[in-house]
């Protein structure tokens, strides 16, 4: 990959197409089911940094936070042909960066291989390694209806 062709940063306004084509290529099935709560999704995100190599859109992270006491790192995803070459700790460092100073950042995520090494590399770390009783983490989903 030619750096000088890669280009990460923030970015607003998305066509729901190019979202679609890099959710797809990941197999976010979840999200391509409904392109308009995607692009609703991805609009509403209190951050949102993309990785274009060449224009292309080969990469994204987004968070939710109050900018103060909390960050939620929603996506990070990045096109399977572009997968190991630094680019989702680039995205990740930027989405941090701008929420350095909160002391809260949290994530929810799939039991993949290579994920907890993936997050753990980046400062993160899996709720059950706090120890016995000091945190606790919930999660709900709903279906919409």
Aim: hydrophobic share 40%; charged share 25%; with cysteine.
């Amino acid at each position: 990959m030619d750096e000088a062709e890669l280009v990460i940063g923030p970015e607003s306004g998305i066509p729901v197409g190019e979202l679609l084509a890099l959710y797809e290529a990941v197999g976010w099935s979840v999200y391509t089911d409904s392109p308009d709560l995607l692009q609703a999704g991805v609009a509403g995100a209190s951050c949102v940094v993309t990785a274009r190599q060449s224009g292309r859109l080969v990469g994204l992270a987004r968070a939710l936070s109050d900018g103060a006491t909390i960050c939620y790192l929603q996506d990070v995803l990045v096109h399977p042909a572009e997968q190991r070459r630094g680019i989702g700790r680039a995205l990740v460092k930027a989405v941090l960066d701008r929420y350095r100073t909160v002391r809260q950042k949290v994530l929810l995520t799939d039991d993949e291989p290579g994920q907890r090494a993936f997050y753990e590399s980046l400062g993160y770390t899996e709720i059950r390694d706090y120890g016995p009783g000091t945190l606790r983490s919930f999660v709900r989903f709903d279906d919409g209806t």
